[in-house]
């Protein structure tokens, strides 16, 4: 597939999970909390427990084991729901078991010779390793909010990212699937370009064209944005304006 237009950035920036590694907080928090609240109202416990997380990371930086805990703390006293002091530690302990979303290892292992690949993640220093390593291809580096002491999607995060390379924003494309984390900011901040892997688990990607992504259905479209040959894809992609 061809596109017409093709960028030449000096990195690109991926966030780690929900983009790369298939995030699984909302299903595990389902499985464990099973017993505790009727199917009827899941969904709308696992809603607050995503707000919550969204809103702790807005202050202060904290270790993530906190966030968790502090998130899942909060979704239980709204909906009235037993919290057990188990419950942030098994939350915790799930995400280095997380694996990748199809399709990335191979897309990640075409792209990383031709440009230098970076991971910014809302992760701990001691956590983002074992993720890493199921991604398998070489990274040029990997930042965490724990380094930033500060996560997305604050500024402070991707600011640090800039220093540590010693490159703009301008020259940069940034990855991920998730407007709320990543792309209004790295919009607000000037990336020369930003892809949007549309996995679904943000609301409609309508609206959103406003900020000038190419969303992705399918990240194997991702390497023609960058002018690299891939095997055939069978999704579509769609220019944002």
């Not at 030449?8 to 991926?14: A, E, G, L, R, W």
């Not at 990371?57 to 998130?71: A, C, I, Q």
């Not at 919009?187 to 370009?193: P, Q």
């Amino acid at each position: 597939m061809a596109y017409k237009m093709a960028y030449k950035p000096k990195f690109i920036s991926f966030d780690c999970y929900g983009t790369l590694i298939n995030f699984e907080m909302g299903p595990t928090a389902k499985r464990l909390f099973e017993d505790r609240v009727p199917a009827e109202r899941m969904p709308a416990f696992l809603d607050s427990f995503g707000f919550y997380r969204l809103d702790e990371v807005l202050g202060e930086w904290k270790p993530f084991f906190n966030v968790v805990e502090n998130s899942i703390q909060r979704a239980c006293k709204k909906h009235g729901v037993e919290y057990r002091p188990s419950d942030a530690l098994a939350l915790y302990d799930a995400v280095p078991t997380w694996q990748p979303h199809p399709n990335v290892v191979e897309t990640l292992e075409a792209i990383a010779p031709h440009v230098p690949l970076v991971i910014l993640s809302n992760s701990m220093v001691d956590l983002i390793p074992h993720s890493v390593a199921h991604l398998k291809a070489p990274f040029h580096a990997v930042y965490t909010a724990e380094e930033a002491r500060a996560y997305k999607p604050r500024a402070q995060m991707f600011e640090y990212m800039f220093d540590q390379l010693g490159c703009g924003p301008e020259q940069m494309m940034h990855v991920s699937s998730s407007f709320r984390y990543d792309l209004m900011t790295a919009n607000d901040l000037g990336f020369m370009a930003k892809a949007f892997i549309d996995r679904g688990h943000e609301p409609s990607f309508e609206g959103f064209d406003g900020y000038g992504v190419n969303r992705l259905t399918d990240i194997r479209q991702l390497p023609g944005l960058l002018g690299l040959d891939f095997p055939p894809q069978t999704a579509t992609m769609k220019r944002g304006s």
